[in-house]
């Protein structure tokens, strides 16, 4: 019986290149650079002019768990290279009801929402390194390279309002994602 060896191989598109230093996949593209580590001892990743390829060490016994990860990695290094090549976007909603809500963010990266459901002291969030926060009126936009970055900086950006002890029939003021990373 002959078994099957689990390898993956990426190809690069036009104007994208990828570099592997140790554990990490740094991959170049027109709109700039992510970094990646992969830190999976069972596998060995190298990467040529056009293809990313990484294959189970020899040696070693395959199991489902090695099939689901390389899986797994051939998504991410798929996300990497449409970061570099298109980026990607969130779009949130200010939605306020009862009370005006005032969103902004500084210079620094702070992210602020102010008197949300009455309150005196403003509710504050750092945005993530890598990712690019844009408020026009009542649409927050959040763009970046990595998809991860973006949606969790959306989803950071959406639960700083988030309610608790209330109705949220009625209390649904807050700020709601409209559109995840990666959709259309």
Do not use: W
């Not at 027109?30 to 580590?37: C, H, L, Q, S």
């Not at 099939?67 to 798929?78: A, C, E, R």
């Not at 009370?99 to 949300?116: H, Q, R, Y």
């Not at 950006?157 to 709601?176: A, S, V």
Request: a positive charge.
């Amino acid at each position: 019986m002959v078994q099957k060896t689990y390898s993956l191989e990426v190809e690069l598109p036009e104007g994208v290149t990828a570099n592997v230093h140790g554990n990490s996949l740094i991959v170049k593209g027109p709109k700039g650079e992510i970094k990646r580590d992969i830190e999976n001892p069972r596998f060995a990743m190298k990467a040529d002019a056009k293809i990313v390829s990484l294959a189970l060490k020899s040696g070693l016994k395959q199991s489902q768990r090695d099939k689901m990860h390389i899986n797994s990695y051939q998504s991410h290094i798929k996300n990497l290279i449409n970061g570099v090549i298109h980026g990607y976007t969130a779009k949130l909603k200010v939605c306020s009801g009862h009370f005006p809500m005032t969103v902004t963010i500084d210079t620094n990266g702070k992210f602020a929402v102010k008197n949300f459901l009455g309150e005196k002291v403003p509710r504050t969030v750092n945005v993530k390194h890598g990712a690019k926060v844009d408020v026009q009126g009542d649409i927050i936009t959040v763009t970046g390279l990595d998809k991860e970055i973006v949606g969790q900086t959306a989803a950071d950006l959406e639960q700083l309002t988030r309610i608790t002890n209330r109705d949220r029939r009625i209390f649904q003021d807050g700020i709601y994602i409209t559109k995840k990373p990666g959709e259309e």
